[in-house]
């Protein structure tokens, strides 16, 4: 019986250390998520505006073509879920913060909760935003990997890296 979890534990060896290394590698590759939250942390006292939207917020406003201190907190396909999420997340951090710019898109509208399945996880691990979508027992919810799966998680390791 010894002799067979020795065998197991050696099978099982590589496999867990596989994943304790790309899980290592993502949590520390930067992307638009860590970078935003990061940004937010940092600068929280001076930003004025704040945008939420899908692509047409991401790609269409420029903060820098405000004249107050302005960060765009949009995201590519970003639901109105997300928008609501991150609101509360970071409005009380925010004291100098006079506007609000929220982009409504028509796919914004229709788009559900449950089909964001990819993104709450990078909302979650990376932007530490509290999403009521991830059930308790999802792998998920502790690794970024679990939530993600391999391709998408190799996919953005050699992205970042």
Known sequence: ???????????????????????????????????KHNYLKNNNKEIENLIFGSSYAYYGLNPDNFNENTFNLANASQ???????????????????????????YSSLSRKRSQETWRKFYYHHYMEADIDIIPKTSLGNYLIFGGIGLKPSLKMIWKSY
């Not at 639901?79 to 898109?105: A, E, G, M, R, W």
């Open 79 to 105: 639901s109105i879920y997300f928008h609501n999420i991150l609101l509360k997340q970071y409005i009380d951090q925010l004291p100098k913060l006079k506007t609000i710019i929220i982009n409504i898109s």
């Open 1 to 35: 019986m010894k002799s067979f979890s020795n065998k197991t534990l050696l099978f099982f060896l590589p496999i867990i250390l596989t994943i304790i290394i790309i899980e290592i590698l993502l949590i520390n590759a930067e992307n638009s998520y860590s970078y």
